[in-house]
């Protein structure tokens, strides 16, 4: 057990080690800490935590537990680590969350269970985040980052629109939500936690590459009917004023599955035809209603996203 008997400065509410604390430096008494990208120089120890969400490998029992120099306690709520220069110490809090690449060395041997994706492949680092958002129940909106997003803490919001870039999103902590629109960007989303959700727009690719946690989740939006169709019934009629005319429409059809290719779809859509004669756009006399086809995103030579996906990227978006 690591030596306490150090000058120890005390606080109420959020704290934060920020580097100009002597190390090895302690924190003690908060009730979740979150340890940011590139936050600890040194090892970090963790002692009597409840639960340990890590991005880092946890190397169990280091030798040598070091004696803190100075240490924060107190009446405290949330505690943040960041620019350490030294050995970091954390001890009876409740929940830690320590991000990719926080740390060269982590000691997590003193918490009652550690979540680690050991299983993922391992995350590049973000070259600098250039959207960040720490604390407690803050908001956020930016519009087409170019290189990566990270969100830290509880409760907080971000909403990313008109995203044309590949994007990194690293999400640590609970109960934080990310909203991303746009398009021709694949979204790779990092979760170091618990409860927390991201929503990624119709013509977004996303993927999990890190879910160190549990209940996190990526809902991506399905693909609208306006997708799909070519030319709705209103189109179609405003070029029938007067005279005999065939015309082509496609509706949205209420249907899970595609009675064309058969296959689950978001997408479906009716495609109609009427050969009437017409007098400033009505129906007078019909020759012919013609019968229902049916097509959706995966079958249809008509379904594009917006006008600035590649082929490619639309093949890949509508699969």
């Given at each position: 057990m690591t030596n306490w008997n150090a000058p120890t400065d005390r606080y109420s509410g959020d704290v934060r080690l920020s580097g100009i604390e002597q190390t090895p430096a302690g924190l003690r008494g908060a009730e979740d800490v979150f340890v940011g990208p590139d936050s600890v120089a040194g090892t970090l120890y963790i002692e009597d935590a409840e639960y340990v969400f890590t991005d880092v490998p946890a190397t169990g029992t280091t030798a040598g537990e070091p004696t803190v120099q100075q240490a924060i306690a107190g009446d405290l709520e949330d505690g943040y680590v960041e620019n350490v220069s030294g050995d970091v110490v954390i001890r009876d809090v409740e929940d830690v969350f320590v991000a990719h690449d926080a740390t060269d060395s982590l000691d997590a041997s003193g918490a009652e269970q550690v979540f680690h994706d050991s299983t993922a492949t391992p995350t590049a680092g973000s070259d600098g985040f250039d959207v960040t958002l720490t604390g407690w129940e803050h908001s956020r909106e930016t519009r087409d980052p170019r290189n990566g997003v990270l969100i830290r803490g509880a409760k907080n919001k971000i909403r990313v629109r008109e995203t044309t870039q590949d994007l990194t999103v690293s999400v640590i902590g609970w109960g934080n939500e990310v909203h991303i629109t746009g398009t021709n960007a694949e979204v790779t989303v990092c979760f170091v936690g618990r409860d927390n959700r991201v929503q990624v727009g119709p013509y977004l690719s996303s993927s999990t590459a890190v879910d160190s946690g549990y209940d996190n989740q990526i809902e991506a939006a399905p693909i609208p009917p306006e997708a799909v169709i070519e030319t709705s019934k209103s189109e179609a009629v405003d070029?029938?004023?007067?005279?005999?005319?065939?015309?082509?429409?496609?509706?949205?059809?209420?249907?899970?599955?595609?009675?064309?290719?058969?296959?689950?779809?978001?997408?479906?859509?009716?495609?109609?035809?009427?050969?009437?004669?017409?007098?400033?756009?009505?129906?007078?006399?019909?020759?012919?209603?013609?019968?229902?086809?049916?097509?959706?995103?995966?079958?249809?030579?008509?379904?594009?996203?917006?006008?600035?996906?590649?082929?490619?990227?639309?093949?890949?978006?509508?699969?």
């Amino acid at each position: 057990m690591t030596n306490w008997n150090a000058p120890t400065d005390r606080y109420s509410g959020d704290v934060r080690l920020s580097g100009i604390e002597q190390t090895p430096a302690g924190l003690r008494g908060a009730e979740d800490v979150f340890v940011g990208p590139d936050s600890v120089a040194g090892t970090l120890y963790i002692e009597d935590a409840e639960y340990v969400f890590t991005d880092v490998p946890a190397t169990g029992t280091t030798a040598g537990e070091p004696t803190v120099q100075q240490a924060i306690a107190g009446d405290l709520e949330d505690g943040y680590v960041e620019n350490v220069s030294g050995d970091v110490v954390i001890r009876d809090v409740e929940d830690v969350f320590v991000a990719h690449d926080a740390t060269d060395s982590l000691d997590a041997s003193g918490a009652e269970q550690v979540f680690h994706d050991s299983t993922a492949t391992p995350t590049a680092g973000s070259d600098g985040f250039d959207v960040t958002l720490t604390g407690w129940e803050h908001s956020r909106e930016t519009r087409d980052p170019r290189n990566g997003v990270l969100i830290r803490g509880a409760k907080n919001k971000i909403r990313v629109r008109e995203t044309t870039q590949d994007l990194t999103v690293s999400v640590i902590g609970w109960g934080n939500e990310v909203h991303i629109t746009g398009t021709n960007a694949e979204v790779t989303v990092c979760f170091v936690g618990r409860d927390n959700r991201v929503q990624v727009g119709p013509y977004l690719s996303s993927s999990t590459a890190v879910d160190s946690g549990y209940d996190n989740q990526i809902e991506a939006a399905p693909i609208p009917p306006e997708a799909v169709i070519e030319t709705s019934k209103s189109e179609a009629v405003d070029d029938a004023t007067f005279g005999r005319h065939k015309l082509i429409w496609q509706e949205p059809a209420d249907k899970d599955w595609c009675p064309n290719c058969g296959g689950e779809a978001d997408a479906v859509v009716a495609r109609r035809q009427k050969d009437a004669f017409f007098l400033f756009g009505a129906a007078i006399w019909s020759y012919d209603d013609g019968g229902v086809s049916y097509e959706c995103e995966s079958c249809s030579p008509h379904a594009v996203g917006p006008t600035s996906l590649s082929e490619d990227t639309r093949r890949n978006v509508l699969r």
